[in-house]
């Protein structure tokens, strides 16, 4: 969103920005809970009113839509920046708290590296991240941390406590002396609080590799509930799962898992990976960012633009199953098209909104006719929505507004009147108010909708699974697990991305 017509049309929408110097009074918990901590320190950013146009945030730069995208894809809400002195967003700051960051940097000066890391996976964990990513350079230690997605720094350190840091997390890992330079995974866990149970500690999967300028380190914050995802689990619609299935037990073929950032597509390809090198197929993986070690799995890590020499170190080694994640560029998608082509199973995610685009980038791969042709191939488009919270949906119609609005969304009005036994005035829909067990945001988990298209169907048009993504969705609204406002916000910002 930094083109020109992003410029234009943020002068226009941003036009006057209030000026705050103060952000006056106490804000309320549930407002300030709308952005972690964490995000909120390190992006300079603190909400402090609900409004029914939104929320209203104080920014250091009101103008970063990057950011506001943090707050709108968390919360649902546009954003209303305001922009704020120094001293007006540390006094809002404040208002969270102690600053733990404080704590961890305390502990690095004091060379206690063993308790900051246990000290920022509690921070971690505790701000809903699901990583923690170290770069080790000569002149210093930068360690960031993915909430939502979005890459967020925490803090800096000097080299000395980074080589400290790094040194023990390689004791941790187990990582011998003598293979310094070569990549090493292995796991710990983080005792939660004081307590020093092991019950509820928290487990943490650790890769230390090199880099180009130095090393790095990725500790990933085991999700229970998402890092273990089967494809039963992932959240897919029964004929979903059945055309991937099927397209699974097929000796060679391509399935792309498609959505924007955040739509929860290396969830999925880690369970479809899962699931093929569980009998002992020998499987191999390049990733932008290995997140996870997967047992059994050749796991390569490439960064953007370098994925085609990745590939074809892979392919040399000849695995039966090749993941990537993410196929970009059109010469890693002609390779894993004639991967596919001579006879490997080829599962992928692709950053792209719909099955149509990733149709387009599949097309201008420069691989001939035939060969796409030849290769079968499915798209599975997946978006996450947030859900509903339990303890504060309640059941009622569309109001008048609402109905208004859904209307003049001409394909989501044709999608929702066709859904089995809708009228629109009288359905009934979810709606969540807010509480104090979803911090007054109405949502509490993700649910996925998705949809599929097989190119061995040929009864399926290119248009339908994009309609359907539509339709999925609106049956987990009126199955009141998420809203249809969700699922609209969802499906219309992927939209948003072909832009
Ligand atoms: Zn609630």
Known sequence: MRGMAALTENQTKYRSVPMLRSVGGSIPRDVLGIIPELVARTTRMVPFAWTSGGVKVAMEDPYDTALHH????????????????????????????????????????????????DALVRYAQANDAADIVMVFRRDGAAISARVDGFLVPVLTAPASAGILLLA??????????????????????????????????IAVRCAVMPAHDGERAVLCIANAALRQQSIETLGWPAHVLAIVRRALMRSSGLTVIVGPPGAGKTTALYALVR?????????????????????GVQQLEAQRGA?????????????????????????????????????????????????????????????????????????????????????????????????????????????????EGVVMQ??????????????????????????????????????????????????????????????????????????
């Open 426 to 499: 009288t359905t009934v829909v979810p709606s969540v108010r807010g509480c104090d067990a979803c911090g007054y945001t109405g949502y509490r988990g993700f649910a996925c909708i998705a949809e599929a298209l097989d190119s061995r169907a040929v009864d399926q048009g290119v248009d339908a699974p994009r309609a359907s993504l539509l339709a999925a969705g609106m049956s987990r609204a009126l199955a009141h697990e998420t809203t249809l406002q969700e699922v609209l916000r969802v499906c219309r910002s992927g939209d948003r991305c072909a832009a």
């Open 168 to 201: 023990a997390l390689r004791q941790r890992i187990g990582q011998p002396h003598h293979m310094h330079r070569a990549a090493h995974r292995g796991t710990f866990r983080v005792a939660q609080g004081r307590t020093k149970s092991t019950d509820d500690s």
């Open 70 to 117: 943090i707050i709108e894809k968390r919360v649902g809400v546009p954003v209303i920046p305001h922009a704020a002195s120094v001293d007006a967003l540390d006094g809002a700051l404040a208002q969270y708290g102690v600053d733990s960051r404080d704590d961890v940097r305390m502990l690095l000066r004091d060379a206690r590296a063993d308790d900051a890391i």
């Open 307 to 419: 994925m085609t020499e990745a590939l074809r170190a892979i392919l040399r080694e000849s695995p039966a199953v090749i993941a990537v994640d993410a196929l970009d560029d059109p010469e890693a998608v002609a390779m894993a098209l004639h991967a596919a082509l001579a006879g490997r199973r080829v599962i992928a995610t692709m950053d792209v909104p719909d099955a149509a685009t990733a149709q387009q980038r599949l097309r201008a791969a420069h691989v001939s006719s035939h060969v796409l042709a030849a290769v079968p191939y499915v798209i599975v488009v997946q978006r996450l929505v947030r859900a509903a919270c339990p303890a504060c949906v309640v059941a009622r119609h569309l109001t008048e507004t609402e109905q208004r609005v859904l209307a003049a969304d001409a394909e989501a009005m044709t999608v929702f009147e066709a859904m």
């Open 275 to 295: 699931l093929l090198a569980r009998d002992g197929t020998s499987t191999a993986a390049v990733e932008e960012r290995i997140a996870c070690d997967l047992e």
